[in-house]
């Protein structure tokens, strides 16, 4: 069993900046692919941004390449997304996710767990 907790979501101005964490349980924290995912209301769930177990390669959805950052701390169990010159089509529930076997991938599917979500609003 893997549980993930979110926290550091919030309401900020369009071009500030946001950084998210995901605290892990489990002992093989450092096996998992991890991926950011966000929801907006209407919306699907989508991909934005994906760490590999080491941390060595992680991937971007195109909306937000440039502007936000994964990263992981796998002493901490602990992986972060830095969110930088946030616009309002930000705005969604962001979710971490943990695949436990298996490389990045940007289907929801194929995750086996999921946080409980952290709302980010960006104001005009």
């Known amino acids: 069993q893997v549980q993930l907790v979110e926290s550091g979501g919030g309401l900020v101005q369009a071009g500030g900046s946001l950084r998210l964490s995901c605290a892990a349980s489990?002992?093989?924290?450092?096996?998992?692919?991890m991926g950011w995912f966000r929801q907006a209301p209407g919306k699907e769930r989508e991909f934005v941004a994906g760490?590999?177990?080491?941390?060595?390669?992680?991937y971007y959805a195109d909306s937000v390449k440039g502007r936000f950052a994964i990263s992981r701390d796998n002493a901490k169990n602990t992986v972060y997304l830095q969110m930088n010159s946030l616009k309002p089509a930000d705005t969604a529930v962001y979710y971490c996710?943990?695949?436990?076997?298996?490389?990045?991938?940007?289907?929801?599917?194929?995750?086996?767990?999921w946080g409980q979500g952290t709302q980010v609003t960006v104001s005009s």
């Open positions: 996710a943990a695949r436990l076997s298996g490389p990045i991938a940007a289907t929801p599917g194929l995750y086996d767990y």
């Open positions: 489990g002992r093989t924290f450092s096996s998992y692919a």
């Open positions: 760490s590999h177990w080491s941390g060595a390669r992680t």
